[in-house]
DNA sequence: AAAGCCCTACCTACTGGTAGGCAGGCGTCA
DNA sequence: TGACGCCTGCCTACCAGTAGGTAGGGCTTT
């Protein structure tokens, strides 16, 4: 049973709010509608929008790490855990109608409480670290081809994956994102299969 | 002289505010405390928010298909040309301050005029098609390695031009955007250097 | 005279946020 | 058992401030 039904929900219609239009692009009002509650009432829950993105990008954070953990639990090879974590972001992008949490409140940083900003870099450092352990594996293990400086690579990785749902987004059109990073994927080989997939409840 | 100061300063003023705070991060009111005049009279020039922000979209356009074409006036290799954008997306990201208008507005999509939609995704052809002539110079000439399909080549490479900015915004930090794009700077060759660079007034 | 430009004054709708109240569940203590 | 106080969760009503936008007047330039 979670902490609150209306709070969790509070969050998910915030995430969803705030990849589509931005920090600034939703209200308390749009929130209350979605929920079904009063607007003053989310207050209950979330004295200020700036608690309200604190607690959704810590939120996103532990789930997205959960991600990552899931991913190191199922696949074996470099190659394997970067594709899936690619699957990921096409999935987040959502065909274009989404951003990643951390790519729309990166765009409207100056809008944000300064923690929620240390918490922006804080998730790109994470997940840049994890990529750059999926290329070293991939080095090593040769199921990412052309690999010379993982940490590089990480961190281009990561701007290509936002960048990419980036312009989905703009033309509403998913096969944006495929194209923007088939470069990455052809380098995959998939020479060896991933290990059995566990499946999610 | 231009058309106009006043309206010329506004669409200084509104392209800075969109390209910072995205295009539900500004208004009316500060845009007429930036310039100097009241609220009301930039209606005299931009009768709506969806006016301007179209009129916005067009003189960025413009401006940079002018910068392309500057870019092709000065530099002969692909290499060199493609170098010269890059240097170009670097400043518009002004050390993290700022985002490429396209990609500011690319967040913010649901927010915008149908029109300026459509100008979005024309100026990601245009910019992309501009590139893809980079990449298959830069094949022809050896000035770019590695150079397999000119037009993904193009694609990934405007993404992570965005990726990188947006990296950078994130954290303030100018460095993050050399970060995300030494991967595709390093298959410049240095070998050829650029033509006489023509001056700007 | 007309057009361009900017003004004051005002509008409605909505922003995040506050004040105070009320219903119901919980444990505690007589 | 029942009364008490406290907490949670939500409500109505309201606040000051701001959003984009309108009406109409006046000065200046052509």
Redesign the pocket.
């Known amino acids: 049973m979670p ?5 969790e929900a509070l969050l998910d219609s915030a995430e969803n709010a705030a990849r589509r239009f931005g920090f600034d692009g ?5 929130l ?1 509608q979605d929920v ?6 989310i ?3 979330f ?4 608690k ?1 993105s604190l607690a959704l990008m810590e939120r996103y954070l532990s789930s997205f790490k959960d991600v990552c953990a899931d991913i190191d639990a199922s696949y074996a090879t470099g190659g394997a855990k970067l594709t899936a974590l690619i699957e990921r972001y096409k999935a987040g992008s959502d065909n274009g109608q989404q951003l990643c949490l951390c790519a729309a409140f990166s765009a409207s940083r100056d809008s944000l409480a300064p923690e929620v900003v240390s918490q922006i870099i804080g998730f790109r450092a994470m997940v840049s670290d994890w990529i750059t352990e999926a290329f070293e594996k991939g080095r090593s293990d040769g199921s990412i081809c052309g690999v010379t400086n993982p940490s590089l690579e990480a961190t281009s990785a990561l701007s290509l994956l936002e960048g990419a749902q980036l312009a989905a987004r703009a033309a509403s059109e998913p096969a944006a994102f495929d194209a923007a990073i088939t470069l990455l994927t052809m380098r995959i080989s998939l020479r060896e299969p991933p290990i059995t997939r566990i499946e999610q409840p």
Chains 1, 2 share one sequence.
Not at 47 to 50: C, E, R
Request: net charge positive; aromatic share 8%; hydrophobic share 30%.
């Open positions: 902490t609150s039904d209306t709070k939703f209200s308390y009002a749009d209350a079904g509650i009063r607007k003053a009432s207050h209950h829950h004295p200020s929008k700036a309200l």
